[in-house]
């Protein structure tokens, strides 16, 4: 039979089957899609075929994926983490402070998304401690990221009304990710009595390491929508990639580098007659963003 993972804890899966059952299962041997070297070969999302044992169900192969959501290990290199499969959409919970969300951080999220073309909402939570500088700060980012097309809300997870965040939710599946502390599982929690996520205060999580979400695991809002909650990620590394593949993920250079001179062979780096370097200097790309994109390029793991 045919399955949809909820959950993964690495060795045990939660699997939705038709009718409505979840199963537990486990996975057989070697079950991997593809040559990357992912930490979890069965992701949240993935669908798969199991056969029934006992109660219980195991694994046997995983259907092939229309997407993932793929993080580069920033301390191992060469290893992969498919944080979800089969998404509509990434949701990113941002937040200004407690804790600091880096534009380097956002851009590389956002870059990991649009490789696979996969739409992004951006959420800047906890409003409510910005002051008006911060505030204006965070309008200032938000107009950044709406100028080529991502959606971008500011919120109070733990008491805006939530009409905008169920309606962008509506008929997908939707991947929702961000720092540890920024307010995830408060989200979700706050979308259905069914969601009865963990969420623990600013004093615990700040101790290094400390994570309240520990599994990725999808919710059923409705029949046709689903989140999936993530554990907190700190740094998110690129997976590998041509230097002239780069600005493809970025909409807005997209939307000009055909211009450029050298044509496809084009990174935008010093080359005589670039349409970026042209665009970031009459603004209409934002210097923030290229200077994101350079650091890509370098093979930086991540900008504070
Ligand atoms: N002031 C304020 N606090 C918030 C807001 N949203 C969430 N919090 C608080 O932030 C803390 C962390 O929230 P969580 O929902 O546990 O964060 P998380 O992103 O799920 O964290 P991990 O599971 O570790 O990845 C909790 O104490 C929440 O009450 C907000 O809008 N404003
Ligand atoms: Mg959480
Ligand atoms: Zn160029």
């Not at 073309?117 to 107009?143: A, G, W, Y």
């Not at 540890?180 to 979308?191: E, H, P, V, W």
């Not at 290094?208 to 979400?213: F, P, S």
């Amino acid at each position: 039979m045919k399955g949809r993972v909820l959950k993964s804890t690495g060795s045990w899966y939660e699997v939705l089957i038709e009718g409505g059952q979840v199963l537990q299962a486990r996975a057989r041997g070697k079950l991997r899609l593809d040559d990357i070297n992912e930490t979890n070969p069965v992701a949240v999302g993935d669908w798969v075929d199991l056969q029934p044992e006992g109660n219980n169900a195991v694994i046997s192969a995983i259907l092939p994926r229309q997407n993932h959501m793929l993080r580069q290990s920033v301390k191992k290199k060469g290893q992969a983490h498919v944080l979800a499969a089969n998404i509509d959409q990434v949701m990113l919970i941002a937040t200004l402070k407690q804790p600091r969300t880096s534009l380097g951080f956002i851009d590389r999220f956002l870059v990991s998304a649009e490789a696979f073309r996969i739409p992004q909402v951006i959420i800047f939570n906890k409003r409510d401690l910005l002051t008006e500088t911060e505030l204006e700060e965070q309008t200032k980012l938000m107009q950044r990221y709406q100028t080529f097309g991502t959606r971008t809300l500011a919120l109070q997870a733990t008491h805006d009304d939530l009409l905008e965040v169920n309606e962008i939710l509506e008929n997908k599946v939707t991947l929702v990710a961000g720092h540890s502390g920024a307010g995830k599982s408060t989200l979700l929690n706050r979308l259905s009595d069914r969601i009865q996520q963990a969420t623990s205060n600013i004093s615990s999580f700040s101790n290094k390491g400390t994570h309240t979400t520990t599994f990725a695991e999808m919710f059923r809002l409705d029949e046709h929508s689903f989140v999936i909650d993530t554990p907190g990620v700190k740094e998110w590394g690129l997976v590998d990639m041509e230097p002239q593949e780069l600005s493809d993920y970025f909409p807005e250079m997209r939307a000009v580098r055909t211009s450029c001179k050298f044509g496809a062979r084009c990174i935008h780096f010093h080359e005589p007659g670039c349409a970026v370097i042209a665009a970031v200097e009459n603004q209409q790309i934002s210097l923030a963003r290229y200077e994101s994109y350079l650091s890509m390029l370098a093979g930086e793991d991540n900008r504070k």
